[in-house]
């Protein structure tokens, strides 16, 4: 069975400052996806990355990039120029692709900016 | 607008009573999840669902049950035999593993 582990479960930086959030996973699947996903105080869970493990350059999507180590079963996720707006519950998830699609996700980073 | 529709937004359920959590989509979506969330605990799978009149349990069943007569609708019962229902509820939905899930708002359960 897969697990994902997210090590921090509070974070708080000032705005506009960069923060990077942990998450290892254990698996034996050599092809799978991975993803973080963001929820807001409204409790809607928004997708932010998503990553292909076969893939090894890393995802990037404006002001939020990852840092994919596949051997060493790493996926942080790198916020830079942080906002407000950043503030929430942040999840990493685990999806493999043979079989069904489930995803698997870590406890949680609940991640504070500061005005 | 495609998406997920979760209602009741708030349930109370009383003691030793069942109550359903409706979930719909029009995204003609195929699979179809049932995950619980707690403080601290992340989301954990109840059910889901990959095609129409079939559906497999997660690692939390016990207690729940489902029910996939439509494409669209996957609703969620929580009988009397789940102890702690207290928790918010989210169904989601995907085609394909590309861009992993999408969520409804949710349902936050609070047994009285």
């Known amino acids: 069975a897969q697990t994902v582990t997210q090590s921090q479960p509070e974070m708080s930086v000032q705005e506009a400052e960069t923060v990077t959030l942990s998450c290892t996973y254990d698996t034996s699947e050599n092809n799978y996806y991975l993803f973080w996903y963001k929820q807001p105080p409204s409790r809607q869970m928004i997708l932010v990355i998503r990553q292909e493990a076969y893939k090894q350059q890393n995802a990037t999507e404006n002001r939020f990039s990852v840092n994919f180590q596949k051997a060493a079963k790493s996926f942080s996720l790198k916020i830079s120029d942080s906002q407000l707006g950043d503030t929430a519950m942040y999840f990493c998830a685990f999806m493999k692709l043979r079989g069904a699609q489930k995803l698997v996700f870590g406890q949680g980073t609940r991640l504070t900016i500061n005005p | 607008d495609g998406g997920i529709t979760q209602s009741p937004k708030y349930l109370f359920r009383k003691e030793g009573q069942n109550v359903t959590l409706s979930c719909e989509q029009n995204l003609n979506h195929d699979a179809m999840y049932w995950y619980r969330q707690d403080p601290g605990q992340g989301l954990r799978l109840i059910y889901y669902?990959?095609?129409?009149?079939?559906?497999q349990k997660g690692d939390i069943a016990e207690g729940y049950s489902v029910s996939r007569e439509k494409k669209e609708s996957f609703p969620l019962t929580v009988t009397s035999a789940q102890k702690n229902p207290t928790a918010f509820y989210l169904c989601a939905s995907n085609f394909g593993a590309d861009y992993g899930y999408t969520f409804g708002s949710g349902t936050r359960l609070t047994v009285v």
């Open positions: 669902s990959q095609i129409v009149n079939d559906f």
